[in-house]
């Protein structure tokens, strides 16, 4: 879910009965969400030139 207010949230929702399995097995995402939104904002204001 991205949210506009002065910038952009970002979460990550997990759900369902295999994630009690997979948890543990699963990466950090924090760096790749930082990517994403880096690499909107650079596209976006690219864009608004």
Sequence with gaps: MITQTR????TERFSGLM?????????DFGPI???YA????????RGAQ
């Design 19 to 27: 994630i009690l399995f997979v948890k543990r097995a699963m990466p």
């Design 33 to 35: 969400f930082t990517r």
């Design 7 to 10: 910038g952009a949230l970002m």
């Design 38 to 45: 880096d690499d909107l904002r650079r596209e976006a204001e």
